[in-house]
């Protein structure tokens, strides 16, 4: 398979601790996005990197944050002292330049922090 | 800013019935791109169309097809005769240009339910 992979698939953790995605993009593809989406909403955006450049972040990507994209394959988003709140699928998405739009999505990272 | 509004949150139709999912949106963007994404049970966001803002042409794609109007700042989707694997929640989204990162901007979702 080829696609956008996403590891965990799920992780439950207990409020306060830290926890880690990983995301490995279609392998050509030299821009990664992080997306959350809580039940019954639309993806937020949350950042992105072009190559292992992090051009943006939302304001939803508090201190408690940070996504990395070393030598621009994999990418990883950790989240420090987990919140209730956290709570919510995490979403990866790849695309090629010149494409405009056009994310190839994994099938995400379900959080729960209890 | 931008901003999609997608005002139906569920319908619910018999097969071989229509439907037409609204999405209406806002952006200061003189050049953007509109989507049509769609979301099965599996969780895993399949894209189903993009347009560009100076492309007003209408489509049909088989069973799908898309109505932009720019005057009217709306992009909608129709299904013909639908089908029970049809049913999914569908997200329209609106994105600026390559140069700005692309990012989409998604409405709340539409979820389809298609029963047999």
């Known amino acids: 398979d080829t696609g956008v992979s996403q590891d965990p698939r799920h992780k439950i953790t207990k409020r306060g601790q830290n926890v880690t995605f990983r995301c490995d993009p279609i392998?050509?593809?030299?821009?990664l996005y992080w997306y959350r989406q809580t039940l019954g909403q639309g993806p937020e955006f949350l950042t992105y990197?072009?190559?292992?450049?992090?051009?943006?972040k939302s304001r939803l990507l508090s201190d408690r944050f940070s996504a990395e994209r070393p030598k621009g394959s994999f990418s990883t988003l950790e989240i420090q002292r987990t919140e209730q709140g956290d709570s919510a699928m995490y979403l990866c998405?790849?695309?090629?330049?010149?494409?405009?739009?056009?994310?190839?999505f994994g099938e995400g990272s379900r959080l729960t922090v209890l | 800013a931008q901003k999609v509004t997608q005002a139906q949150t569920e319908i619910s139709v018999v097969e071989k019935e229509d439907v037409t999912l609204d999405c209406v949106y806002e952006?200061?963007?003189?050049?953007?791109?509109l989507f049509w994404y769609k979301q099965p049970p599996s969780g895993e966001l399949v894209f189903l169309i993009r347009?560009?803002?100076?492309?007003?042409q209408n489509e049909i794609s088989g069973r799908y097809s898309w109505n932009f109007q720019k005057s009217t700042s709306s992009f909608n989707f129709t299904i013909t005769a639908s089908q029970v694997v049809d049913s999914a929640v569908y997200f329209c989204?609106?994105?600026?240009?390559?140069?700005?990162?692309?990012?989409?901007?998604f409405g709340g979702g539409t979820r389809v339910l298609v029963k047999p």
């Open positions: 990197f072009q190559n292992e450049a992090q051009l943006e």
């Open positions: 392998s050509e593809h030299n821009r």
């Open positions: 989204a609106l994105s600026g240009s390559w140069a700005a990162g692309n990012k989409l901007t």
């Open positions: 952006t200061r963007d003189t050049t953007y791109y």
């Open positions: 347009r560009n803002s100076f492309d007003e």
């Open positions: 998405a790849s695309s090629l330049t010149g494409e405009p739009g056009e994310l190839f």
